[in-house]
């Protein structure tokens, strides 16, 4: 109620710019109507012109006194957005000593959208369900065989109770616009390692095509890529002679089977950043040493 009080306070002491008053009344007396109506209008003019105002300050003052009706407001959806990400399962269990965390995304698009778009993204939905159950169901065997062979080999129950097991999938919304949506699906087990795989999902909102690097960066998009890869690949290890490694970049590893420049190709994980630039994204061991992680490289745009 206090905003309220405010806001009429405001109000109430709201002056109509004489300057405004004036033209009012010039151009009412210039029109041809009766003087009865002409003074109705006049008078009405003032009062819309103070509401008018009023209602715009009455509204900067909720927004900037009032936390609910500020939050109301941040809700309100964004025009022309076609798509939005929503976590349709979230859940976390913990059997024996295995704990599982999982946030399942869904893309949705309104249902004016292309019927084409529609169907790609139900696809693409149903990609992200299986990838999830197929991850977890495969985690959960790979610890019961785990298992097993722990307790064949000598150990103990208790031993095993021990160990933490972690289980974990999650996303993160990339980039989005009114056309294009960039969204990571990253999937992990941490046990005895840690063993991780990130899905990428660059999609034309659109068309509903999933994007490719020639798409985004042109008909050369793989070897533009690969020069700008390997430049800062480069420029790292100058900064940072005795901690980086990347494999064919460095003379201790050049040319050494196995080891060789990983360059940029059709298969090549990537997605759009924030500026709306693709970002190749090399996962842990692809580029150099796991100790080094994932590595990534944002490419200029052209």
Avoid at 124 to 140: C, G, H, P, R, S
Avoid at 188 to 195: G, P, R, V
Wanted: some cysteine.
């Amino acid at each position: 109620m206090r905003d309220l009080k405010d806001a009429k306070d405001i109000y109430d002491h709201i002056v109509v710019p004489e300057e405004l008053d004036h033209r009012l009344r010039e151009a009412l007396e210039n029109t041809p109507t009766p003087q009865k109506k002409t003074a109705n209008v006049v008078k009405f003019s003032r009062w819309a012109a103070t509401a008018a105002a009023a209602l715009f300050l009455c509204f900067t003052v909720g927004l900037n006194t009032s936390e609910s009706f500020a939050m109301e407001m941040s809700e309100l959806p964004i025009i022309g957005t076609v798509a939005k990400v929503l976590t349709v399962r979230s859940y976390e269990t913990t059997t024996d000593n295995t704990t599982t965390t999982v946030e399942v995304p869904e893309v949705q698009v309104e249902e004016a959208a292309a019927k084409e778009v529609q169907n790609a993204i139900t696809d693409i939905n149903t990609q992200i369900q299986t990838l999830v159950d197929e991850f977890t169901a495969q985690k959960y065997a790979e610890i019961d065989e785990y298992k097993e062979a722990f307790l064949e080999t000598g150990g103990t129950e208790e031993e095993w109770a021990e160990r933490s097991i972690d289980i974990n999938v999650n996303y993160e919304v990339k980039h989005q616009s009114e056309t294009t949506l960039s969204l990571l699906v990253d999937a992990w087990i941490s046990w005895f390692n840690f063993q991780e795989e990130r899905h990428f999902y660059n999609i034309d909102l659109v068309t509903g095509k999933e994007l490719t690097l020639v798409d985004l960066l042109g008909e050369d998009a793989y070897e533009y890529a690969a020069d700008q890869v390997y430049a800062q690949m480069q420029e790292r290890i100058a900064e940072d002679p005795e901690g980086l490694i990347y494999w064919g970049i460095n003379d201790s590893t050049d040319g050494i089977d196995g080891f060789d420049f990983i360059g940029v190709s059709e298969e090549t994980p990537f997605y759009i950043n924030s500026a709306g630039n693709v970002v190749i994204s090399y996962n842990k061991y692809d580029a150099g040493p796991g100790y080094m992680g994932v590595q990534e490289f944002e490419i200029p745009a052209r």
